[in-house]
């Protein structure tokens, strides 16, 4: 196989390489955008709802005339667990924002420092090609 032979061969992988990329960094805004927008969408819908069920459940016991009324204590104690729960998914969500800053942190580092990575890939390559050559020599 010539020289020439295996470089028309990188040319095509260089090709498909770039097209396969420019694929990508057309299409993942929209799919980014169209993915907000879903979960924008289910996020009225799972609040509307909620409140339209509240509202419901309010009117229900507003017409039926029964005295549901919860005691200090029950409205403490719901009162309480909303509190705890809202801050737990407080916590949460900057775990989750840290856990996302510290990928975005790690993947800016390792862009930085990719030609280092191949400047040291390819010594190694360089190392083992001169030991092998060696070796054909003698």
């Given at each position: 196989?010539?020289?020439?032979?295996?470089?028309?061969?990188?040319?095509?992988?260089?090709?498909?390489?770039?097209?396969?990329?420019?694929?990508?960094?057309?299409?993942?805004?929209?799919?980014?955008?169209?993915?907000?927008d879903l979960q924008n969408e289910y996020y009225k819908l799972w609040k509307n709802y909620v409140n339209s069920q509240l509202?419901?459940?309010?009117?229900?016991?507003?017409?039926?005339?029964?005295?549901?009324?919860?005691?200090?204590?029950?409205?403490?104690?719901?009162?309480?667990?909303?509190?705890?729960?809202?801050?737990?998914?407080?916590?949460?969500?900057?775990?989750?924002?840290?856990?996302?800053?510290?990928?975005?942190?790690?993947?800016?580092?390792?862009n930085e420092n990719s030609n280092t990575f191949v400047d040291l890939n390819r010594k190694i390559m360089d190392n083992w090609?001169?030991?092998?050559?060696?070796?054909?020599?003698?």
């Amino acid at each position: 196989m010539s020289k020439n032979s295996q470089n028309n061969d990188f040319e095509l992988f260089e090709k498909i390489n770039q097209k396969f990329f420019l694929e990508i960094e057309q299409n993942v805004p929209h799919i980014q955008q169209t993915l907000f927008d879903l979960q924008n969408e289910y996020y009225k819908l799972w609040k509307n709802y909620v409140n339209s069920q509240l509202s419901l459940q309010k009117e229900f016991f507003n017409k039926s005339g029964f005295d549901y009324s919860f005691t200090d204590s029950a409205k403490g104690i719901i009162e309480n667990m909303s509190e705890e729960a809202i801050k737990f998914r407080s916590i949460l969500h900057k775990m989750i924002i840290a856990n996302i800053e510290q990928n975005k942190n790690y993947a800016k580092v390792l862009n930085e420092n990719s030609n280092t990575f191949v400047d040291l890939n390819r010594k190694i390559m360089d190392n083992w090609i001169s030991m092998f050559k060696t070796n054909q020599n003698t």
